[in-house]
């Protein structure tokens, strides 16, 4: 789909080349012939002429609506003084010029589609209910704690937490994938998702300024604004570049031919200057530089726009340019490589065995000892239990600060917790063989046995790792506040080069930069992290990844890559994603330096004509374009 604009140049370039045509065939001359190219040539390059003139006011002379206006200009003059009426080549480069923009322009408008379909996630309205009547207010109008009603086929216009009503959410715009998410009472919505069957109310979390959806549209706005070293270079040798071929064409133009009068006896007229002229002027139209200009900034903006379709933001070319030399990938363990909740795997007897009759006492006592405790591992055994916990039969409880609980429950005295609770009351636990966190239980003071709690591994981690090796990554790192067997065997399971343990922020952010320290300059580290507790770390990386980092404005502040969802995977498509688009850049760097310089070489020894100039710039420009595109397309990479 085209927008205006480009329908208009569209219109302009077929008229252009319908006159043309016909011009062809219609044996006029002298100033009719003049006049009616001069008709076509305001039809296709007027509005190259007003920008030169514009630039010209404005101090910016040298650019490359410059070049094709003295280039053209110089042309009809020529093609005037010759008195020849062959104005078609005048006419061919500002048409072909205008051709290699349309596609440029299209280009352009293909990556900004592709990164505005993420932005149809902004709700236009939300619903509130009053008196039994639903209302449509703007969703910067609700408050946090307000209730808000979600029908089928709407987008969740805020964070929130489900209070009724069950459903399936399409997340694509967010995260990338089809499949939808079953959502029912107390679970968290993200605001962007689209409610695909039943009747939602949910609790706000969030303003909308602050909400998911917000700050990713702010994210992706952002992100074009930020030039890659490859975009700063290009900009600034376009700076020094076009001037100096302006002086070039001009030193072409005056220089020879006065050698030549001077040394040689030609003539000291004008047809000593003509040849030269014109070899100038086919010197100034093979060195216009949009060829680089246009395509590597679009290269990156359709890098990004195609990555953002995959779930995974870019803050910036620069990011994408630093994240296709990524070496060293540093994980963090929970809620990145492992799913983030304990899950209860095994339970054991005082003597150390499995008995299946004691499974189901050990898990009542624990889980009513921790029905008041709001600690993940608490959550995760009364989850366990699975039943209402009725708390009349627990009293005199007593929490102990990093080691357990203490209670009575059905008067008889029970403790539950790690090691040094169990060595308090002078009770020595079992050792256990399976690595894990561990919750001994004892009963009267007599140990009763202990309960082996598991972060599980997500299932696409094992492989995500291997995909890491596969895309050129050297080394994988994992850094964890968890024991030492926990994460060696994690470790281990995904085939992770080194791992270091019990560590708080501060050493994981020590241990980062020891790593940084001990990479050469061009393999850069990045760092992947669940985006909660881990902004330092994620700042201090060459490349900080926020994993499954929706609705985390810490994520999304300090990361540098956004994985809308929590897929390792995404991690490997990342950096193939970033490195297709600078192989993409340097491709049209050398095709574009290549063939013009070849062609200046020729053209200033008058073997190329204007025709194979106008291949030079124009469609050298169009081949870059047509190949900057090739970014946008990741979803098999």
């Known amino acids: 789909m085209m927008n205006r604009k480009q329908c208009k140049m569209l219109t302009r370039i077929l008229i252009a080349v319908i006159m043309t045509a016909c011009l062809q065939f219609i044996d006029v001359g002298g100033w009719i012939r003049l006049s009616l190219y001069l008709m076509v040539y305001i039809i296709i390059g007027g509005d190259i002429l007003l920008k030169a003139w514009k630039g010209i006011v404005n101090g910016r002379v040298f650019d490359e609506n410059f070049l094709m206006a003295v280039a053209t200009v110089g042309a009809f003059a020529l093609a005037i003084y010759e008195k020849s009426g062959d104005y078609l080549e005048a006419i061919a480069v500002m048409l072909f010029y205008q051709i290699g923009e349309f596609f440029q322009s299209y280009a352009v408008g293909r990556s900004r589609r592709s990164i505005a379909a993420l932005m149809d996630i902004r709700p236009d309205y939300a619903n509130i209910e009053e008196d039994g009547i639903i209302v449509k207010i703007d969703p910067d109008d609700v ?60 609790r706000t979390t969030k303003k909308f300024e602050d909400s998911t959806v917000s700050k990713i549209l702010e994210l992706v706005e952002d992100s074009a604004s930020r030039k890659s070293k490859s975009e700063n270079f290009i900009a600034k040798f376009a700076r020094v570049y076009t001037p100096a071929v302006c002086y070039g064409a001009l030193a072409l133009a005056v220089l020879p031919p006065l050698f030549l009068m001077l040394f040689k006896g030609a003539p000291f007229d004008f047809s000593t200057f003509e040849t030269w002229i014109y070899r100038a002027l086919v010197f100034l139209v093979i060195s216009c530089p949009c060829a680089l200009v246009v395509s590597i900034p679009l290269s990156f903006f359709a890098g990004i726009g195609g990555a953002s379709r995959e779930g995974i933001l870019v803050k910036g070319a620069n990011i994408l340019e630093t994240l296709s030399k990524v070496k060293t990938v540093v994980f963090d363990k929970t809620g990145t490589l492992t799913k983030g909740v304990f899950e209860v795997n095994a339970f054991h007897d005082k003597e150390d065995k499995d008995l299946q009759e004691r499974k189901a006492r050990l898990l009542e006592y624990a889980a009513l000892a921790e029905s008041a405790s709001s600690h993940p591992i608490g959550k995760s055994l009364q989850r366990a239990y699975g039943r209402d916990i009725d708390r009349t039969r627990i009293t005199d409880l007593q929490e102990i600060s990093g080691e357990g609980i203490m209670s009575v429950i059905d008067g008889q005295t029970v403790a539950v917790g790690n090691g040094k609770l169990m060595r308090r009351l002078m009770i020595e636990p079992c050792h256990c063989h399976i690595a894990g966190t561990i919750v001994h239980i004892a009963v009267n003071n007599v140990y009763a046995g202990h309960i082996v709690l598991g972060d599980e591994v997500k299932l696409s981690s094992e492989e995500a790792v291997a995909d890491l090796y596969h895309s050129g990554v050297t080394m994988t790192v994992m850094l964890t506040g968890d024991r030492k067997d926990v994460a060696e065997q994690t470790a281990r399971k995904l085939g992770i080069g080194e791992v270091y343990s019990q560590l708080l922020p501060a050493d994981k952010v020590l241990r980062i930069e020891k790593i940084l320290e001990t990479s050469a300059d061009s393999a850069k580290v990045a760092f992947v992290g669940d985006g909660i507790n881990d902004a330092p770390v994620l700042s201090r990386a060459d490349i900080g990844m926020a994993m499954g980092a929706i609705g985390s404005d810490a994520a999304i502040e300090a990361a540098d890559v956004v994985l809308m969802d929590d897929d390792p995977r995404k991690i490997g498509k990342a950096i193939r994603i970033s490195r297709k688009c600078l192989r993409i850049v340097w491709e049209n760097i050398i095709m574009a330096l290549g063939i013009k310089g070849i062609c200046l070489i020729l053209g200033i020894f008058g073997i190329v004509n204007m025709w194979l100039a106008i291949f030079a710039d124009v469609g050298v420009m169009i081949l870059a374009v047509l190949n900057a595109i090739r970014a946008m397309y990741v979803r098999k990479i």
């Open 143 to 202: 408050e946090v704690g307000q209730v808000i009603v979600i029908q089928p086929g709407e987008k969740i216009p805020l964070d929130g937490i489900v209070i009724s009503g069950e459903s399936s959410l399409n997340m694509s715009a967010l995260t990338g994938e089809s499949l939808p998410r079953e959502v029912g009472r107390g679970d968290e919505v993200i605001s962007g998702s689209i409610n695909l069957t039943g009747l939602l109310k949910v």
